[in-house]
């Protein structure tokens, strides 16, 4: 079955203590993206990667750290988190045409992010 | 000026009613367009895309109008199962410059 996959679901911590988000996606796709949802606010784009090495920022990139060392997976690192960040994190992925997004996305189930 | 736009709602419209709703946005290059769904506190999923010669799937219907630089999502016979957010995607740019860009979204709940 096709599908991007997040983990954790629910995470509650404690500011200041690293983290990490996985997201992994089985479609082969190039492109993936991490966005952050909150109320009012839409979902704001955090990094995105155009495919293996290549990670880009987004809008809101502060305090966020990507990688992307293999196609399928595209982590999303809380080195120092804070409250602020408290939020409904989504992972997605597109496949690309001709290096372009094609603009339909599959996201993950989102993953709820708590910081005291 | 947000570079997509859209009116948040909500829109509380009676079951069986039609209902439309627009989105604008500000780059003329845009090239790709989309209607997204979103379920309160799930993920967004792709309803459908939009094409310049309009394209309908069953009750819903997009169009996208370049001149005025807006794309539009028509719900005939609506359901209560339509209750939900619209999101409008919009893409500018090309392969290393290209942007896809959401609006926030515009809320609708179907009423018996």
């Known amino acids: 079955e096709a599908q991007v996959t997040q983990n954790p679901r629910y995470l509650i911590t404690v500011t200041g203590k690293k983290l990490t988000v996985t997201c992994s996606q089985n479609?082969?796709?190039?492109?993936m993206s991490w966005y952050r949802q909150d109320p009012g606010l839409g979902l704001r784009q955090i990094y995105y990667s155009m495919n293996v090495e290549v990670t880009d920022k987004g809008d809101v990139p502060e305090g966020y750290k990507v990688s992307r060392k293999e196609k399928r997976n595209f982590p999303l690192i809380l080195e120092s988190p804070s409250p602020n960040q408290t939020s409904l994190y989504f992972c997605?992925?597109?496949?690309?045409?001709?290096?372009?997004?094609?603009?339909?996305?599959?996201f993950g189930e989102g993953s709820r992010l708590t910081v005291l | 000026r947000k570079e997509v736009e859209q009116d948040p709602g909500p829109f509380n419209v009676p079951e069986g009613a039609t209902v439309a709703f627009n989105c604008t946005y500000s780059?003329?290059?845009?090239?790709?367009f989309f209607w997204y769904r979103q379920d309160c506190r799930k993920e967004p999923k792709l309803l459908m895309s939009v094409y310049s010669s309009g394209n309908e799937d069953g009750r819903f219907t997009a169009q996208l109008n370049r001149a005025s630089q807006y794309i539009s999502l028509l719900i005939r016979d609506s359901k209560l199962s339509d209750s939900a957010t619209y999101l409008c995607?919009?893409?500018?740019?090309?392969?290393?410059?290209?942007?896809?860009?959401f609006g926030s979204g515009t809320r609708l709940s179907i009423r018996p």
């Open positions: 780059n003329s290059a845009s090239q790709s």
């Open positions: 997605a992925s597109s496949l690309s045409k001709g290096g372009t997004p094609t603009g339909e996305l599959f």
């Open positions: 479609m082969n796709h190039e492109y």
């Open positions: 995607v919009v893409i500018t740019g090309y392969s290393s410059a290209s942007k896809i860009i």
